[in-house]
C-alpha cells in the first residue's frame, strides 16, 4: 500500500489543515512528518474554528490513527495545551495519538536560543515564529539533541542539565537583550512532559512498515511549505526542515518508492509571513483586499501576512521538486471581485526572461512578468459543485493546469470543511 503524501507549494498557510480534515475519510492513519509548533493547521467545521499546531489535521476524526513522525519537533508545553483543548471538546485522543521515540524535543532554552539569534540579526532577521525551531534542528543535526524516547532512560535529565546550561552560555554570547526566568519555564516543560509521557510513544518507522504491509492507507501531512524547506526554498529565509517531499521519507522512515499521491496545495493567489524575496508582492489597495478578504493572519503568531498574485515560476519550481501528482486550489473565493486577475508566469531576471527559479529570487534581481486574465464577480462560498463555477474561475483553472501540465482536482472556496468542491 503506498503512503500519499499532501504538501503545501507556497511559503506556507496553503491551508493544508482543512484538506487533510476533508481527505482522512479516505485514510486509516494521518502521519506529520516535518516542523513543530511554527505550523498552525486550522480546520473550521459545525461553526466552529480548531487551530493545531504538532497534532495532524486527522484528531477530529476518532476511527483515524495520528502519528506524530520522528521528522517533527515537538514543544511538551504547547503540545500540551493542543491536548487540552482537544479535551476541552470531547476529543478522546489517548487510542489514536501516536508519537515517534525519535521525535525531537524543544526544550525552553532552544526558544531563548531562538530570540537571542534573531534579534542579533537585527534587520537581517529571518521573522522566525520564535518556537525553538532552527535551534532544535540544529541540536538534532549537531548530535546533541534530545528525543522523545531518551525520557524514558535513567540519565535525561543529566542530558538535559548539560544542554540547557550549554545554551545559556549560547545566549549570553549573542549580547542582545533576552529576559527570562529559566525555573519558572523548567517548571512548565518539566510538568507538560508528564502528558507527553503518558501518551504512546512508539517506533514510528517499524509501525508504519507493519501498517503498510497490513493494507492501511497512510497520508503522511507537511507544515510549512515548498519555498521554506532548508534545501530547496529562498535561503536563509526558510524554516530548518525539509517541508518537500522528500522530508516525508527521512521524517517518517518510509522508502521513497512507497510514495504514492503527491497532493500538492497551492492558494489562488500568494502570501508569505516572515521575511524574504517575494517577487509578486503587492504592496497596495489589491494586496490589502487579498489580506482582509482572504483573512491573512498567521495561526500561530497573528502576524499579517504579506500578499500577492499567483507566481507561476514558484509553483512550477514547487510541483517539479515535489513531484505532485494532483493539485487542490485553495481560497478561490478570495479573488472574487477582481476585474482582472494577474499571474506570474516568467521572471525578468537581470534583464533575460526566465522561466524557473533561480538561485537568487531577490527584488533587485527578479520582477514577475504577468499574463492577465478575465476575474469573475460571484460569491463563491456556496458552491458545491463544479458545474456551479464561474466560466471566468474555470478559465483561471484551466490555465493554471495547462502552465503547470497537471489537474487541479479540488478547489477550495470558503474555510470550512463544506466549501469544497471536488472536479
Ligand atoms: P521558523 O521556522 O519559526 O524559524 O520560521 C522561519 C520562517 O518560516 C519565517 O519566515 C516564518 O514566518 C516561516 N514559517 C514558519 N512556519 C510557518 C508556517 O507554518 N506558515 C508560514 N510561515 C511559516
Known amino acids: 500500500m503506498a503512503v500519499d503524501l499532501l504538501l503545501g507549494l507556497q511559503w506556507g498557510d496553503e491551508g493544508k489543515g482543512k484538506i487533510v480534515d476533508v481527505l482522512t475519510s479516505k485514510y486509516d492513519i494521518i502521519a506529520r512528518f516535518q516542523g513543530g509548533p511554527n505550523a498552525g493547521h486550522t480546520l473550521v467545521f459545525n461553526g466552529k474554528k ?8 486527522g484528531i477530529f476524526h476518532e476511527d483515524k490513527i495520528n502519528l506524530v513522525g520522528n521528522g517533527v ?15 476541552e471538546q470531547g476529543i478522546d485522543y489517548k487510542k489514536s495519538l501516536l508519537i515517534s521515540r525519535k521525535a525531537h524535543i524543544i526544550l525552553p532554552t532552544h526558544r531563548l536560543l531562538d530570540a537571542a539569534s534573531e534579534a542579533s540579526k537585527g534587520k537581517a532577521k529571518i521573522g522566525s515564529t520564535l518556537k525553538g525551531i532552527g535551534p532544535t534542528y ?14 524514558e532512560m535513567a540519565d535525561w535529565k543529566e542530558k538535559y542539565r548539560a544542554l540547557a546550561d550549554k545554551h545559556e552560555t549560547m545566549i549570553a554570547f549573542y549580547d542582545v537583550d533576552v529576559q527570562y526566568d529559566l525555573p519558572e519555564l523548567e517548571t512548565e516543560f518539566f510538568e507538560s512532559l508528564e502528558t507527553l509521557k503518558s501518551l504512546t510513544l512508539i517506533d514510528s518507522e517499524e509501525y508504519l512498515y507493519q501498517a503498510m504491509k497490513a493494507g492501511k492507507s497512510i497520508l503522511a501531512e507537511g507544515a510549512q511549505g515548498s519555498l521554506l524547506d532548508i534545501d530547496f526554498g529562498t535561503y536563509p529565509f526558510v524554516t530548518s526542515s525539509n517541508t518537500t517531499a522528500a522530508g516525508a521519507c527521512t521524517g517518517l522512515g518510509i522508502a521513497p518508492n512507497k510514495i504514492g499521491e503527491v497532493i500538492g496545495i497551492f492558494k489562488a493567489y500568494t502570501t508569505r509571513v516572515g521575511s524574504g524575496p517575494f517577487p509578486t508582492e503587492l504592496i497596495d489597495e489589491i494586496g490589502e483586499t487579498m489580506g482582509r478578504v482572504g483573512h491573512e493572519f498567521g495561526a500561530t503568531t497573528g502576524r499579517p501576512r504579506r500578499c500577492g498574485w499567483l507566481d507561476l515560476v514558484a509553483l512550477k519550481y514547487a510541483c517539479q521538486v515535489n513531484g505532485v501528482t494532483q493539485l487542490v486550489m485553495m481560497k478561490g473565493d478570495v479573488l472574487s471581485g477582481f476585474k482582472t486577475l494577474k499571474v506570474c508566469t516568467a521572471y525578468n531576471y537581470k534583464g533575460t526572461t526566465i522561466k524557473h527559479l533561480p538561485f ?23 458552491m458545491t459543485e463544479a458545474s456551479q463555477m464561474p466560466k471566468a474561475l474555470l478559465g483561471y483553472i484551466e490555465f493554471l493546469e495547462k502552465e503547470l501540465e497537471l489537474p487541479i482536482t479540488v478547489v ?11 472536479r
Request: net charge negative; proline share 7%.
Open 412 to 422: 477550495s472556496v470558503g474555510p470550512d470543511r463544506k466549501q469544497t468542491i471536488v
Open 73 to 87: 519537533v515537538i514543544d511538551p508545553v504547547i503540545f500540551k495545551k493542543e491536548l487540552d483543548k482537544l479535551q
Open 50 to 57: 480548531h487551530v493545531l499546531h504538532t497534532i495532524p489535521s
Open 138 to 151: 540544529m541540536d538534532k543535526t549537531g548530535r546533541n539533541g534530545i528525543r522523545v524516547g531518551d525520557m
Open 360 to 382: 537568487n529570487i531577490e527584488e533587485q534581481n527578479v520582477s514577475p512578468i504577468y499574463t492577465e486574465l478575465p476575474g469573475w464577480n460571484a460569491d463563491l462560498t456556496d
